[in-house]
């Protein structure tokens, strides 16, 4: 879903020569150009493809719950996930931009987890400065271990037994700025009950990853979450 403004009304004539209204429609990303016949109620028909709202109020709407939701729900929160309520269900697809692949229940190892699949960073690190450890450790303190408090929560209330997470680390030598950056796929397997312990302040984070399952392109990693400031 996205938000669009209204930039351009004007007509339009097809290659036949039939004349239809053109409204054009426009976000920083995005550009649609919406053709309707002029004969017949040119708003009715808009509001049939657009809501003429923002998407917080569209989210609040019957339409939202019922043509959306609904529709999405069963396919995304499987297994002990279904049990979620509502609003809950909402701000995890809200958090993953609602891409249904990224919020699943899995096991590993016999155990239950959580899985959220974060994408990219977003970020393009430089391999001269932060090798292999101190960009794991890097994405580890500035991303996961407030992640790790907030969806401990959700894995408790779901009765999973841990949390998942997974992202692509983006990585190159800056000496080269047109070569593509390499891709690392990190996961990292948090057991729920040192998830909860770090949230309480129980333990340090460095314990925290000591007791988790770090996975760098397949093969197990030790995090030494100090290397980040390199």
């Given at each position: 879903m996205a938000n669009f403004v209204v930039e351009k009304i004007n007509e339009w004539k097809s290659p036949s020569g039939a004349k239809l209204t053109q409204i054009e429609i426009r976000n920083p990303a995005i550009w649609v150009k919406l053709r309707f016949d002029p004969s017949k109620d040119v708003g009715a028909r808009l509001r049939e493809v657009i809501a003429v709202q923002d998407i917080e109020q569209f989210k609040q709407g019957e339409y939202f719950r019922k043509e959306v939701?609904?529709?999405l729900d069963p396919q995304i929160f499987v297994g002990p996930l279904g049990g979620l309520p509502f609003k809950l269900k909402l701000a995890l697809l809200d958090?993953?931009?609602f891409k249904k692949e990224a919020i699943t229940?899995?096991?590993y190892k016999g155990k239950s987890y959580l899985s959220v699949d974060l994408g990219d960073t977003g970020d393009v690190y430089n391999s001269l400065r932060l090798d292999q450890s101190a960009r794991v450790a890097r994405?580890?303190?500035?991303t996961y271990l407030s992640l790790i408090k907030t969806f401990s929560s959700v894995a408790e209330q779901a009765g999973i037994e841990g949390i998942k997470l997974t992202t692509v680390i983006l990585h190159k030598s800056f000496l080269d700025q047109a070569a593509t950056p390499t891709r690392d796929?990190?996961?990292v397997y948090v057991p729920l009950d040192k998830a909860q312990q770090f949230g309480n302040a129980e333990i340090t984070s460095?314990?925290?990853?000591?007791?988790?399952?770090i996975l760098l392109n397949d093969n197990r990693i030790q995090a030494v979450l100090t290397s980040s400031a390199a």
């Open positions: 939701f609904d529709i958090f993953v931009h229940a899995g096991t994405v580890i303190n500035e796929h990190l996961e460095q314990q925290l990853m000591d007791a988790s399952v």
